[in-house]
């Protein structure tokens, strides 16, 4: 008779305790950012889990930046004027977005800028040594007044695969996009990705899936997330 007893016991603890894990889930705020080089496919899976967990999204805005078409046409020209406008946009896109919304998913990160395509374009040439300079110092700034995401989650992908996307969706400012910019910000992506401290961190490698057109692949995609996510609260 004891042992019933204790046994129901622990299963009612096991229960208030499986029970406090969901509240303590659709209560607690999240926020997770989705990083990843030019056709790795961001957006389309930030769309996917915003709809799967009915969260609220935050995309990178390309098709109003007024700097994008020139930057393609003459980089060392525009590299600058692009960089501090999407440091910027990002940075007051999050600021709000945190404020209003409890859960959100986010498209491309604020680190992305300064620690890949900022570094990039000042090894390649195509950004003065003061321009980069005074762009790190604005980042570091920014970056004191915001918390790093609950996970983020890294799109690794090979080159062919980038390629291929960037064609598939035919946008027209990218046509210009040199491959050696490409591989470099790929090479730069993988070195941070390896010394990322910031917080919990998930690499799906999208070249063996398509999540975008194949909900299997997605299902895989959003179990790796599903166990993540619930690790948060352990």
């Excluded at 008779?1 to 607690?28: A, T």
Aim: net charge neutral; glycine share 4%; proline share 2%.
């Amino acid at each position: 008779m004891q042992k019933y007893i204790f046994f129901k016991q622990y299963q009612y603890y096991e229960l208030n305790l499986y029970l406090c894990r969901l509240i303590n889930i659709k209560n607690k705020s999240m926020h997770i950012a989705i990083a990843g080089n030019i056709g790795s496919g961001k957006t389309t899976l930030t769309e996917l889990l915003a709809k799967q967990f009915k969260w609220n999204s935050m995309f990178e805005q390309d098709d109003d930046n007024p700097y994008l078409a020139n930057f393609y046409d003459d980089m060392r020209r525009w590299s600058f004027n692009l960089q501090i406008y999407f440091l910027n946009k990002r940075f007051r896109n999050l600021i709000e977005h945190r404020k209003i919304y409890n859960k959100l998913i986010q498209d491309r990160t604020l680190y992305e800028d300064a620690y890949i395509f900022a570094p990039n374009l000042h090894a390649m040439g195509l950004m003065a040594t003061k321009d980069y300079e005074t762009y790190i110092s604005l980042f570091e700034l920014l970056n004191s007044f915001i918390e790093p995401p609950d996970l983020l989650i890294y799109l690794k992908a090979s080159i062919p695969s980038l390629i291929r996307n960037i064609q598939k969706r035919g946008r027209e400012y990218e046509s210009s996009i040199r491959l050696d910019y490409i591989a470099s910000l790929n090479e730069r992506y993988d070195r941070w990705i390896e010394n990322y401290k910031e917080g919990k961190l998930l690499i799906i490698d999208i070249d063996n899936l398509d999540f975008s057109s194949n909900k299997s692949d997605l299902g895989v995609v959003i179990e790796k997330i599903n166990a993540e996510i619930n690790g948060l609260f352990q």
